[in-house]
């Protein structure tokens, strides 16, 4: 008996390769760099742009409130509650803020979370955990 031998071409998805430095995260693969702890305390939409805006760490001023994209970049679906790389320091398994409106609802923002991983739209007054970013492109 004659056995057929198929090769399925699937998509190779690479683990992020992450480094540590000063409180930091460096995504290897996004050229991002992450706040390596989250806030403490959950905020607004409004506070948590001002949050990163005003985060000094290492000496950087440049620090902004991922959009949707970014931030979905490192969720890690190999990990669940919290659905992260533990790479990422104390991440509660929570929605945390992204700078991206919902498209025709102004009075909304996307929050991606880290229970399970998931995006979602949210009122923009309820108040959610931040992490801040650098680099890339801001949408």
Not at 2 to 24: F, G, H, W
Not at 64 to 88: G, Q
Not at 94 to 119: C, E, H, I, K
Request: glycine residues 6%.
């Amino acid at each position: 008996m004659k056995m057929l031998l198929a090769l399925c071409t699937v998509p190779l998805v690479l683990d992020a390769s992450y480094t540590v430095k000063n409180q930091m995260v460096y995504d290897q693969q996004t050229t991002l760099v992450w706040e390596e702890a989250s806030s403490v305390e959950a905020m607004s939409w409004e506070g948590a742009l001002q949050y990163c805006s005003s985060l000094g760490l290492d000496g950087q001023s440049d620090w902004r409130l991922p959009n949707r994209k970014e931030l979905e970049t490192i969720v890690s679906y190999e990990h669940s509650n919290p659905s992260i790389d533990t790479t990422f320091g104390d991440t509660l398994p929570d929605s945390y803020w992204t700078s991206t409106t919902r498209a025709g609802y102004l009075g909304q923002a996307w929050t991606v979370n880290f229970y399970a991983g998931y995006a979602q739209p949210t009122e923009k007054d309820q108040t959610h955990y931040v992490r801040c970013v650098r680099g890339g492109v801001t949408d």
